[in-house]
């Protein structure tokens, strides 16, 4: 199967994990919802990265999930972090602010 | 999420996308919701997001991935595809089935039979450290005796004390017991006498009570106790502990020559663990009774009745154990050679005292059953093994021209994108479903049948346990044969499908049909070579049986029954002498009974020989076959009076009778041209010598329809022995009234067991009918199979070659050219294979030419049968493709498409 890459790629898992330990469980739905606001409108998460993202994390053990009921009675799936999915956040946070440091550091005086 | 839960969720891959699925729809509601509040029209905004979402199937496809183990996944995928595909072609699919499940079925009890007669080990401990001793008798019929006398067991073991412990275990016998419950009912058990030692060495212990100790071999005669086996428990007491102490009797019997067996009453004092039957596989003995307890067998050198087994201690090698007993062994034979050897030659004394003493392994057990069948059961084997070949190839066949046809699914498939390793993974599952229910019916099938082969074994007389348990042996078996066979046979059709070039098979439906026929063709020739290795052996086994059976054995089977008549308890000479009078006149008395007669020996056994001298020949000592029968024996068995008289009243009647009659071959080795009749030769039985007078030569009869007839003297029967009575009638009133007129000669008699003489004749062909049997039908399974693939491949190149025989016709071919062109294919491809075949067949052969009578594997029958039938299923296969063929219509071929 073809891969297909977009600008969030690497930062999607590292922007769930936040949002999730900062707002508690949340559904799929919600996440698009925040990081959208939360980004200014600048970042869009596309659908088609983002399941198969949370089923991965799901996978790995970062995130767990349950089914819920919504204000509307609709069954949703709500997901939250995991003590795994806090040290890898952390771990994350890190590699991501020496990453993007270095990258800044080289387009300011390249 | 773990890997158990993701293999949980391939089974339960349809809830998985539900949630999935959920999950996604309640995404995208929600967007529309939020789209419609800030004032676009639902239809608008429904529009925009399912665009934006994209494919919600690609999207579920990616997660689901993420929630299955995919390769599980498609597997199973596989598997459904698979079935779903089977069942689509149910003919194709049942006749792979069927003929693998046979072949595989074949094979299985093949091995489960050759497991338990010849590979399992005995349950007993360390079974690798036992032995067993053997010495040649220069008899080709019986070419190893392992018997050995009380005193020369004794010698042997002091011999090879601290090598070896060697204990004596009694051949098998059944004498009848009596238990005092049911009637008092006799009952027949498999005997043996034992050693006190046996059960310690071989490692043995008690399920309940005791088992026999060497304080049982104490003093002959006085430790009347015994030990029953566990089947037997549970069979006949129903497993009650309270049989410990239990007294039982077991009978006196005196047969003709040697009144050995003790008989009285007997204590069980325990039984034996479960998994124990006796040290011979193939007979399970009921009860064992301590050494001393066979009297007339201790410290008696001329009876011979004990196998002698050892265990060679760790540090002793086998050299040694052999060199001392070698030393032993021929000590004691010189003691005796003057015993043994009366009226021998000296190079027959001298071959007597050096004969060699053998050391066998007794792992296995020592087993006649398996020295008698055991080249039978590896040719049955190489024989199923052969079929399950042909079975494979047949369903590599089915497989192959099903790739064929589906050749524009596999191609799409490829086209967008399917790996080829998918494409072989989907034709394997295929080939191991098919491979997998085959298994199962081939076990079922395994299950009837080497029960059914025990069966045939078996005799009333001399019943046959195998253990054929379905263990991880035979499951492994199984289970490693359908693995080979589905990676051998499915291969092929797996990488030709793989192998389809998108573009052109997209093209054109037909291409490259010619060299996909061809990839089959090597198929039917193996197949053909395989079958005709089959049928030359089989057809060599049936014919070898065909002339075994056609024998003449020079008495008229037809017609005679033989009742086996026995005391119920111990009668002395006179009554038993009397009886014999009385019963032979009552039986004679009864409406639709041509003639009676009673004789030791039933006419095919061979149990009783002696070395026999006349005086005033210059002839060595002979061997004559003793043969005690009563008047009239010789009418009721129809055997021709050559010359002389036969017995008369008075021969019976008369206590000291010296009148003898010989048969032909006797009077020939003896006396040649001249006349038997009148002459004197000494007779030497139970140690009195006789002066006999021959009074009749009689015609030869067969002891055994292999052999020639042997030399036979026939003398008057004083005691009951067997019965024989010639009646038209065998209905079950007569046989109730033969029974009752028994009874009422003297009520202390009783008939056993009443066997028709054909039945009789039938057991001593019993190897060679089950082997023509089986391997008959194997042959014919085979010859179906391979003709059934001649014509797949056949039918198939021509449904392939529609077109090019279509353009042919239309240019003017005649169609016996093309029907030519057709037949010629299959002709080289059954030539090519039969030649591998007879060749094949000609270099096995001389695996079976051992058990083969008067049949030679280059006689003209031996090779026409085989081939002249494979040519006739191989015509019959032909004539319908060819058929097809001459009647393709240009017209309707080319516009085809």
């Known amino acids: 199967m073809m891969k297909r890459h977009d600008s969030l790629q690497g930062a999607l898992p590292l922007l769930v994990l936040k949002i999730l330990l900062r707002r508690g469980p949340l559904h799929g739905y919600g996440i698009t919802l925040h990081i959208e606001t939360m980004s200014d409108e600048v970042l869009r998460v596309e659908e088609g990265s983002l399941y198969p993202a949370l089923h991965r994390m799901e996978e790995a053990g970062w995130i767990k999930a349950r089914w819920a009921v919504s204000e509307h009675k609709r069954r949703v799936r709500m997901y939250e972090v995991t003590a795994a999915g806090r040290r890898q956040l952390e771990a994350e946070e890190g590699r991501w602010h020496a990453v993007t440091g270095a990258v800044a550091h080289v387009l300011k005086h390249a | ?897």
């Open chain 2, 1 to 897: 999420m773990s890997w158990l839960s993701r293999l949980i969720n391939v089974v339960r891959a349809s809830k998985v996308e539900r949630d999935l699925d959920d999950e996604l729809r309640f995404h995208i509601d929600a967007r529309i919701d939020a789209l419609v509040q800030t004032g676009l029209p639902r239809h608008v905004a429904e529009e925009q997001v399912v665009r934006q979402f994209g494919s919600r199937l690609r999207l579920r496809e990616a997660s689901r991935d993420v929630k299955l183990l995919p390769w599980l996944d498609s597997l199973v995928r596989d598997i459904r595809l698979g079935l779903r595909m089977l069942r689509k072609h149910a003919v194709v699919t049942g006749a792979a089935i069927v003929s693998l499940s046979l072949a595989l079925g074949a094979c299985t009890g093949a091995f489960s039979l050759i497991d338990a007669l010849i590979l399992r080990p005995l349950p007993v401990r360390a079974p690798e450290r036992l032995i067993h001793l053997t010495f040649p008798t220069y008899d080709p019929a019986w070419p190893e005796n392992d018997t050995f006398s009380d005193p020369l067991f004794v010698r042997l073991r002091e011999a090879a004390r601290g090598r070896v412990d060697l204990f004596a275990v009694s051949y098998p016998e059944r004498p009848s017991a009596t238990f005092g419950d049911q009637g008092g009912e006799k009952e027949k058990l498999r005997t043996q006498f034992v050693s006190g030692d046996t059960f310690n060495r071989l490692g043995v212990v008690p399920a309940v009570g005791r088992l026999l100790t060497p304080q049982d071999d104490v003093r002959p005669g006085a430790h009347p106790v015994a030990v029953v086996s566990h089947a037997f428990w549970m069979r006949r007491f129903g497993g009650d502990p309270a049989i410990v102490g239990r007294w039982f009797a077991l009978e006196e019997r005196r047969a003709f020559g040697s009144g050995l067996w003790a008989g009285g009453q007997f204590q069980i004092v325990g039984v034996a663990e479960p998994r124990f039957m006796g040290v011979e596989p193939g007979r399970a003995t009921d009860l064992w009774l301590p050494y001393a307890m066979a009297p007339g067998r201790l410290g008696n050198p001329e009876h011979s009745s004990f196998r002698v087994i050892g265990r060679v201690k760790e540090d002793a090698s086998l050299e040694q154990v052999q060199s001392v007993l070698q030393a032993a062994f021929t000590s004691f034979r010189r003691e005796h050679v003057e015993r043994f050897g009366r009226g021998q030659s000296p190079e027959s004394l001298e071959r007597f005292v050096g004969t060699p003493l053998y050391v066998r392994s007794a792992a296995n057990g020592p087993s006649p059953l398996r020295q008698q069948f055991e080249r039978s059961l590896w040719i049955l084997a190489a024989i199923a093994a052969l079929v399950l070949l042909i079975a494979g190839s047949n369903v590599a066949n089915l497989f192959l021209a099903r790739t064929a046809a589906r050749e524009r699914e596999m191609s799409l498939r490829v086209s967008i994108g399917a790996g080829r390793g998918r494409l072989i993974q989907q034709m394997l599952v295929e080939s191991a479903l098919v491979a997998g229910v085959a298994c199962a019916l081939g076990l079922l099938f395994a299950g009837v049948a080497a029960p059914a082969v025990v069966g045939m074994l078996a005799s009333a007389d001399d019943p046959v346990y195998l253990d054929l348990r379905v263990d991880w042996r035979l499951v492994a078996f199984v289970g490693s044969l359908a693995l080979l066979t589905t990676a051998v046979f499915g291969l092929a059709p797996a990488l030709r499908a793989a192998s389809v070039a998108p573009m052109t098979a997209l093209k054109t439906g037909s291409a490259g049909a010619g060299t996909r026929a061809g990839v089959m063709r090597p198929f039917v020739a193996f197949q053909v070579a395989f079958s005709l290795v089959v049928l030359f052996v089989g057809g060599l086994l049936v014919l070898s049986f065909a002339r075994l059976a056609s024998v003449n054995p020079g008495f008229s089977s037809s017609g005679v029954v033989l009742l086996s008549v026995e005391p119920l308890h111990r009668v002395d000479e006179k009554r038993l002498h009397r009886a014999l009078l009385q019963i032979l006149d009552r039986l004679r008395d009864v409406p639709g009974v041509q003639a009676v007669s009673s004789a030791e020996f039933n006419v095919l056994g061979r149990p009783w020989r002696h070395y026999v001298r006349v005086p005033g020949t210059e002839h060595e000592t002979i061997e004559a076959t003793m043969a005690p029968v009563t008047p009239g024996f010789f009418e009721t068995m129809r055997i021709p009076v050559l010359d002389g008289r036969t017995f008369t009243r008075r021969d019976i009647e008369a206590k000291n009778s010296t009148a003898v009659v010989v048969n032909q071959t006797f009077a020939r080795r003896y006396f040649g041209r001249e006349r038997a009749v009148g002459r004197l030769f000494e007779g030497r039985f139970d140690d009195n010598v006789v002066q006999n007078e021959i009074v009749g030569v009689v015609a030869d009869t067969k002891h055994d329809l292999r052999e020639p007839a042997a030399p036979t003297l026939y003398i008057p029967l004083r005691a009951t022995g067997t019965f024989h009575v010639r009646t038209a009638d065998d209905s079950a009133t007569l046989m109730s009234r033969l029974r009752e007129e028994v009874h009422a000669a003297d009520p202390a008699f009783r008939v056993t067991a009443v066997t028709p003489q054909s039945a009789v004749i039938d057991q001593t062909l019993l190897r060679e009918r089950l082997l023509a049997l089986l391997s008959g039908f194997f042959a014919v399974v085979g010859l179906v199979l391979a003709a059934v693939g001649l014509y797949g491949v056949l039918s198939y190149s021509v449904v392939q070659r529609t077109k090019e025989i279509g353009i042919r016709l239309a240019l003017g071919a005649q169609q016996l050219a093309v029907v030519r062109s057709v037949v010629t294919d299959a002709g080289i491809t059954m030539l090519v294979g039969a030649a591998g075949g007879l060749a094949g067949g000609l270099y096995l052969a001389r695996f079976v030419r051992a058990l083969l009578y008067e049949v030679q594997p280059f006689d003209l029958w031996s090779l026409a049968l085989p081939v002249g039938s494979l040519l006739c299923a191989g015509a019959l296969a032909a004539v319908l493709p060819a058929r097809r063929a001459a009647r393709v219509d240009p017209v309707v071929a080319l516009r085809y498409e």
